[in-house]
């Protein structure tokens, strides 16, 4: 068995194993010894089994490696095998429609035979599947609606396609990309829709292929291993569901219209009739233009090239026209420290010693370690003696790296708008995050006089993860957000975009009003591991959505500068204005 027919080994034996739901960790293993043969190259691949190393890639472990090995040598694994024997025929597949359990699936298997999609959708056109003990004409109606959404890779009927966060979405994108930039033909291969425009979720994985062979290239695409099924295809689109659960978008076009279909996939659709009127006056197919460059295309409108982060339709073809649309957004390159960031002492999972290690790895210039507040007890917050303590750890710690370490909180906004720990004591931090956790449902009236009170405390203060909304699961609190901006103004305060994928916040619309009012930001990565310390990318991309220029942005300064900056004893705020920004 080759490399890639390993992989979807490993992954169907995942999926059975997931559908069984007994032995979850043995399931999540399968599949990341999957996703990791996937990235491989068959070079890489066919040395490290020959040489007996596969081990040393991160997610393979020894028992995962035999049965790689038997699968290489011998196109079988007892493992799969056994599973496959506990479980119905056809079992993975049938599990692809929506609401069909392992408790249906046996009903249907053992009452018709039935072992393929294709099987169960001829059972149920036929009138069989109602016959099934336990199901009945609805449930057949159900299961035939969801068969046909599946294989045209639409979602369920009456039920919206899930929108995955903007990380996974990424995770997803990239091990397709990878795939599909091996597929001959493919000249170049982008992610474009919704998440090229890195909105805070994503409902499907639009691609956009080039290719001088179309036809050839969209029957190699939809025979990856990838996808659930081949899917449907409407001349150079088609349509799948990739093994995920997430539908996938595909347009192939010729290399020489590559920038048109890129902009029109890419979106947004309330972006695309805005360049409407210009394309009209100046005679130019949006859809057909010739080229490969979007920023000729723009140019071609009489417009500087505009990020995908900032086409929402959001005002910003009249901005870039009018020249007030910025052209020096902030990009992860500028970012010279991670900010709000938690360890042991809270709730954190790596010591100081491991996040300083692994910050200094990726080369930053500094480090704020914010640990809760007393507070925060569900989060084991730090009373006053365990908070020194941490401070004498910083010290230690700072011996032993490059990277600066600056000691701080993140300070629960109390029900009265006061800030954890007395100001003898904040003042003695370099950097103050203040954020909410508890009692998200005070009404508009209470909450905003809340935080406003918070944003006027004396002490330099970063407004943390300012909405409270958890993306998916918690919305965001009652406030009236422009009355606490136009307090921030004129306080001593800077607003956190938060990168933890969970939150994203502050949203871009309001991220755009705190720049009308030149408020600065930090943008977070709410790290509470050293892995998430990459969070701050996706703080990046909400900040660029909100039109967030370089020198906006208070963590693109050095050590020093941000600690001038956001020292809780600096100077007033006008005085720090000015030292941004040069006015």
Not at 45 to 72: H, M, P
Request: net charge neutral.
């Amino acid at each position: 068995m080759d490399r890639l027919g390993i992989a979807r080994a490993l992954g169907e034996t995942a999926d059975l194993l997931a559908l069984t739901g007994e032995e979850p960790f043995r399931a999540r293993a399968y599949q990341r010894g999957a996703r990791v043969l996937e990235a491989l190259s068959d070079g890489d691949f066919g040395r490290l089994l020959a040489e007996g190393r596969l081990t040393t890639l991160a997610g393979i472990g020894r028992g995962l490696a035999v049965v790689i090995g038997d699968l290489a040598r011998s196109g079988r694994s007892s493992a799969l095998e056994q599973v496959r024997g506990a479980l119905p025929g056809g079992a993975r597949e049938l599990s692809r429609i929506p609401n069909l359990g392992l408790k249906k699936i046996r009903a249907l298997h053992q009452a018709l035979g039935v072992e393929t999609i294709a099987e169960l959708r001829a059972a149920c056109e036929a009138g069989r599947v109602r016959t099934v003990k336990g199901m009945g004409v609805k449930t057949e109606r159900r299961i035939l609606d969801s068969i046909l959404a599946l294989e045209s890779g639409a979602p369920p009927p009456e039920r919206p396609a899930a929108r995955v966060l903007l990380s996974q979405a990424l995770d997803v994108a990239d091990r397709v990309l990878a795939h599909l930039r091996t597929v001959p033909g493919v000249t170049a291969a982008e992610v474009a829709g919704d998440l090229r425009r890195s909105t805070e979720t994503v409902d499907r994985l639009v691609i956009v292929l080039a290719s001088r062979r179309p036809e050839a290239t969209l029957d190699a695409a939809l025979a990856s291993p990838l996808l659930v099924s081949p899917g449907t295809r409407d001349g150079h689109l088609a349509r799948a569901m990739l093994v995920t659960g997430l539908p996938l978008e595909l347009h192939v076009t010729a290399p020489d219209r590559w920038a048109a279909t890129l902009l029109a996939a890419t979106g947004s659709a309330a972006h695309l009739r805005d360049l409407e009127p210009l394309a009209r006056e100046r005679h130019v197919d949006l859809a057909r233009a010739p080229g490969t460059d979007e920023a000729q295309l723009y140019r071609r409108l009489g417009l500087p090239y505009l990020p995908p982060e900032v086409r929402e339709g959001a005002g910003e073809v009249e901005a870039a026209r009018a020249g007030t649309l910025p052209t020096d957004l902030v990009t992860r390159d500028d970012i010279q420290g991670l900010v709000h960031c938690h360890t042991v002492y809270s709730d954190g999972r790596h010591t100081v010693e491991q996040m300083a290690h692994a910050a200094d790895a990726l080369g930053v210039g500094y480090l704020t370690i914010t640990d809760h507040s007393p507070t925060a007890f569900y989060a084991n917050g730090l009373d006053v003696d365990r908070l020194r303590a941490q401070w004498d750890e910083i010290a230690r710690v700072q011996e032993t790296v490059s990277v600066r370490l600056l000691r701080g909180t993140e300070s629960d906004i109390l029900a009265d708008g006061g800030l954890d720990y007395p100001d003898a004591i904040l003042e003695q931090l370099d950097v103050i995050v203040a954020s909410i956790h508890a009692r998200y449902r005070m009404d508009a009236d209470r909450m905003t006089a809340r935080i406003v009170r918070a944003m006027r405390h004396p002490c330099f203060k970063i407004w943390g993860h300012a909405l409270g909304r958890l993306i998916n699961s918690r919305p965001p609190i009652e406030a009236r957000v422009e009355e606490i901006l136009d307090a921030i103004a004129e306080s001593r305060a800077a607003i956190e975009i938060n990168g933890d994928p969970h939150r994203l916040d502050l949203p871009p619309r309001w991220v755009r009003a705190a720049r009308e009012r030149a408020i600065p930001f930090v943008i977070s990565t709410d790290a509470h591991a050293t892995g998430e310390l990459h969070n701050v990318r996706y703080g990046v991309a909400m900040a660029r959505r909100g039109w967030v220029r370089r020198s906006e942005v208070l963590n693109t300064l050095d050590a020093d500068g941000f600690l001038r900056a956001v020292s809780p004893r600096g100077r007033p705020r006008a005085a720090a204005r000015r030292q941004r920004t040069g006015r």
